[in-house]
């Protein structure tokens, strides 16, 4: 016989995947394909009824991209605002990275960088296959990477493989700030 505590999470998973699963418009059935989990086992989580093992949960999350947490834990509201100390920033020299994503999505990654005058850093190569988006909102941001160096002014989008050194640097006399999102290739396997 389950508890409260039992029978709360279970309802708590069963609704949170049908409301992932719809939000994302995908049928039992793709998900089933995503996850490698048969469809049956899909319909069992969405009954409230399943018992699912660890292993199953973290193909569940993989699958639907959230945290475990996330899964079994009561609805959460649909739309949390993050104030920007509750976002990772860190220092790389005189440069200011901040992540614009409060909560882990596979295979992306979004940041602000802020470069005073004159600074720069070197970008760190990713996986192979990965591919960088970099945009400029104010200033002017070169990049180089191969051997190649590009001027962006605001507005300007470069795409390029982030599975290279590459570097940044502000050549104006003003802040420049630019965003970069990281594209990981998923690994073979997936």
């Given at each position: 016989?389950?508890t409260s505590?039992e029978?709360?999470a279970a309802?708590?998973?069963?609704?949170?995947?049908?409301?992932?699963?719809d939000?994302?418009?995908?049928?039992?059935?793709?998900?089933?394909?995503?996850?490698?989990?048969?469809?049956?086992?899909?319909?069992n989580l969405?009954?409230?009824?399943?018992?699912?093992?660890?292993?199953?949960?973290?193909?569940?999350?993989?699958?639907?991209?959230?945290?475990l947490?996330?899964?079994?834990?009561?609805?959460?509201a649909?739309a949390?605002?993050?104030?920007?100390d509750e976002?990772?920033?860190?220092?790389?020299?005189?440069?200011?990275?901040?992540?614009l994503?409060?909560d882990?999505?596979?295979g992306l990654q979004m940041?602000?960088?802020?470069?005073?005058p004159?600074?720069?850093?070197?970008?760190?190569?990713?996986?192979p296959?990965?591919?960088e988006?970099?945009c400029?909102?104010?200033?002017?941001?070169?990049?180089?990477?191969?051997?190649?160096?590009?001027?962006l002014?605001p507005?300007?989008?470069?795409?390029?493989?982030?599975?290279?050194k590459h570097?940044?640097?502000?050549?104006g006399?003003?802040?420049?700030?630019?965003?970069?999102v990281?594209a990981l290739?998923?690994?073979?396997?997936?």
């Amino acid at each position: 016989m389950r508890t409260s505590t039992e029978t709360d999470a279970a309802s708590n998973l069963a609704r949170n995947i049908r409301q992932l699963r719809d939000s994302r418009g995908l049928s039992q059935a793709q998900l089933a394909k995503l996850s490698g989990l048969p469809r049956p086992t899909w319909a069992n989580l969405e009954s409230g009824a399943a018992n699912p093992t660890l292993q199953v949960l973290l193909k569940v999350s993989a699958a639907l991209q959230v945290s475990l947490e996330e899964l079994v834990g009561p609805p959460k509201a649909a739309a949390r605002l993050y104030a920007p100390d509750e976002l990772r920033s860190r220092r790389r020299g005189k440069v200011c990275v901040a992540d614009l994503l409060p909560d882990r999505v596979s295979g992306l990654q979004m940041e602000r960088m802020e470069f005073p005058p004159g600074a720069g850093m070197s970008g760190v190569p990713h996986t192979p296959g990965t591919r960088e988006y970099l945009c400029c909102e104010r200033g002017s941001i070169q990049l180089s990477a191969s051997g190649e160096e590009w001027t962006l002014k605001p507005g300007h989008v470069l795409v390029f493989r982030g599975d290279q050194k590459h570097g940044y640097r502000n050549l104006g006399r003003e802040t420049a700030v630019a965003y970069s999102v990281v594209a990981l290739r998923p690994p073979a396997d997936s």
